[in-house]
């Protein structure tokens, strides 16, 4: 019988997330384009970052003025959504947290996702940037 010492499954357990997390692995939504508010919008246009209500959701992530989650894996879920795992980096910090996401088609059939974070709160609706 193979005895592994906890300090080395600590280590093969870390190894095998930073592979998982890692850029080269990152997650696609299948989504056709780049969505957003007129703030986030207005950031895939011109690269500014103006007011601090940016919301941007495009295929590999979801910003805002002092957020970005990049999606690490996606799970198809009930009612045109999906759950994602992400990783997010915020202003001011050096450390990046996991936590999870929604994203959800507009149930009114407006071509928009609405964002929702782990506890259900709502990061807001992002319509189709032009």
Same mark, same amino acid.
């Given at each position: 019988m193979l005895r592994i010492k906890p300090r080395?499954?600590?280590?093969?357990?870390?190894?095998g997330f930073l592979l998982v997390c890692s850029p080269g692995n990152a997650a696609e939504l299948d989504i056709p384009g780049n969505y957003g508010n007129e703030a986030g919008c207005r950031h895939v =246009? +011109?690269?500014d970052f $103006?007011? %601090? @209500?940016?919301? !941007? !959701? +495009?295929?590999? @992530?979801v910003s +805002?003025?002092? +957020? !970005?989650?990049s999606?690490?894996? /996606?799970?198809? =879920? $009930?009612? %045109?959504?999906?759950?994602?795992?992400v990783t997010c980096g915020h202003e001011g910090e050096g450390s990046t947290t !996991?936590?999870?996401?929604r994203v959800q088609k507009d149930p009114d059939g407006v071509d928009a996702y609405h /964002?929702?974070? $782990? %506890?259900?709160?709502t990061w807001g609706k992002a319509g189709r940037c032009p």
């Amino acid at each position: 019988m193979l005895r592994i010492k906890p300090r080395t499954q600590c280590v093969a357990l870390f190894a095998g997330f930073l592979l998982v997390c890692s850029p080269g692995n990152a997650a696609e939504l299948d989504i056709p384009g780049n969505y957003g508010n007129e703030a986030g919008c207005r950031h895939v =246009a +011109t690269g500014d970052f $103006e007011g %601090d @209500d940016l919301l !941007l !959701l +495009t295929r590999r @992530d979801v910003s +805002t003025y002092a +957020t !970005l989650c990049s999606f690490v894996h /996606i799970y198809p =879920a $009930e009612a %045109d959504s999906h759950v994602a795992v992400v990783t997010c980096g915020h202003e001011g910090e050096g450390s990046t947290t !996991l936590g999870l996401m929604r994203v959800q088609k507009d149930p009114d059939g407006v071509d928009a996702y609405h /964002i929702f974070d $782990e %506890d259900g709160a709502t990061w807001g609706k992002a319509g189709r940037c032009p």
